[in-house]
């Protein structure tokens, strides 16, 4: 587990701040009337709180109901109030008996003011007469948001790993790994997937195809992606009750044959001409996202895609499947991505911010927060809107562009007036959540002399804006880097743009490395200047491994094709489906592919992982070791 000290602080800067809640739920249980004269008026009743988040009076009210017998409501009424209000106990509250007549008029029948400590005590408010209604009083301080350090994880997390570890290690002595003694020898691997757009869809198929057929998917704890690997792993998790990727890759490839661009013509006009009537439904919070995630999310899912990401914990109950993350960035609009942004992963169990070790769960991603309590339900969205918000509409129909039309002339004006996609983004064209860190006023820093890109989301505002992660850099390393997730072995899948296949393709691993140095977090030293020589002279490697003293091994797959054509040795016209450039044929901003060029992109990447099997082995068996001498000393 990750080193924290008493304050909550760690040698870590994974998490750089704690947050301090000063809000709690009061809630007013109005149960049932006594004495009520039998009618058939009807009866409500409405309770006013002196001092609320506001300093102001808030009120609320109960339904009505016929006095055809004693009204017995069952309602509770919640109010948010400062610490320092329940403490008091003397808070003035002020509960009516109201009726209501037939016609629509409001009569107040009795109004009665007492305190808060009166009411704990008697559990009732009696009104001249004979008159009364039980009323409970109650406060919870367990906030929808949680709040936790850097060495802890959710509940549910912790059970699966328990879990998992368990048939892990029993599939890592069936593979014949040495030294495993104990299911704590077993090292946690994680299976990581690049954006890429569509084509690291296909990519992300080939790879996990491969390795399920190798028999180390059943060796891994954790599955991460981001953009296009996202999309791929929400489908994988959604498309069954179990995983079965071979059928995953069937269905995908008849969807993409059939997929034109007219579809994104559809997704800017059903955008741009039914923004109005969506936005009813949706609230301020619709935007472009909504309607790309429906393109997506139908493309690969069909109606499946209107399943919820918090309904894949059925898959997780007993541990057989890896446990899925993907990745989202939260950013400003008034500032440039590289100035300001934050890493959100989304797991079937929660939302999680590491910078604020806040977290709320899954099913209550889009609610209305205040203080970190739900004030507004609005229900989880489905996954082809967090399709949407893990990849970019920005980008896509920023580079989409339906020539030679007035439609088209429009549009490239308007991009002309963009500065950059990469420095700052219209709030049309990324997704809008509610804030769920919304009203929490104190921010207290772990560490010193925080970098100006490092300030604190601001509190007051109702909404987040969430962007494709991979505009920070292209691998979800935030996810698997957690300290407490104790991560030993990477398996990256690296499928990002990089113009052409002999360019130097570790820019985003660099910038991985990046990230990790200022945030403290165990990182292996890549040492590129040989690699990146050997690089420029054509010597290519399919995979390159990467590791150091207490870090991650990273055991890196590059996108190439390198000696997949001479695996076909005597067919002529199977070494020309073998002998291809990959970015010439498999652009970020194509979507549609046919079965051909879905099968030989694929293929390499099934080879490409088959081929360097022994890599791989290899590298979890020195992670076994380092667990196993680990635990001799």
Known sequence: ?????????????????????????????????????????????????????????????????????????????????????????????????????????????????????????????????????????????????????????????VDFVTKRKRLVFENMKKLGFKRLLHENNAPNIAIMGSGGGIRAVIGMCGAVTALQAESLLDSTMFTAGLSGSAWYLMSLYAYDDHLKPKLVNDSIKKKLQKFHLIEFLKTWYSWKHYTKSKAFDYGKFFTLTNTFGEMIGELLLERKCKMKWSEQRQKLDDGTVPLPLVAALHIRDNSRIKDYNEWIELSPYEVYIPKYGAAVDMKKFGDMFYGGFVTKEYGEPPIHYLQGVCGSAYAVINNFKPKESKWYMSWSAFKDKIYSFFNYFDDQFVAKVPNMLHGIPNFEPLFENLDEDDDAIDGEREEMMLADAGIAFNSPYPLVLHPSREIDVILSFDFSDRGKDSNYPFEELEKAEKWAKKNRVPFPELNLDEIKAEWTKGNYEEVYIFSSDNAPTIVHFVMINKTFPGFVKDDDKEKSQTDFEIHHNYGTMKFGYTDDEFDRFKSLVEYNVTNNKEKIVDSIQSAINRRSNVQLL
């Open 1 to 157: 587990m990750a080193d924290i000290v008493e304050d909550g602080r760690s040698k870590y800067r994974y998490q750089l701040y704690k947050l301090i809640p000063d809000i709690l739920l009061v809630k007013l249980d109005v149960k049932k009337s006594t004495n009520i004269p039998i009618s058939s008026q009807s009866y409500l009743v409405r309770i006013a709180l002196h001092k609320t988040l506001s300093n102001k009076k808030a009120e609320k009210e109960t339904t009505k109901i016929m006095a055809l017998r004693q009204p017995a409501w069952n309602e509770t009424l919640r109010f948010l109030v400062k610490k320092e209000v329940w403490k008091e106990k003397e808070t003035l509250l002020l509960v009516s008996l109201v009726r209501r007549e037939f016609i629509g008029t409001t009569e107040l029948v009795k109004t009665e003011c007492l305190s808060m400590a009166s009411l704990m005590d008697t559990e009732f408010v009696k009104f001249e007469g004979d008159i009364q209604v039980d009323v409970g009083v109650s406060c919870e301080m367990d906030s929808d948001v949680k709040f936790r350090d850097i060495n802890q994880l959710c509940t549910e997390e």
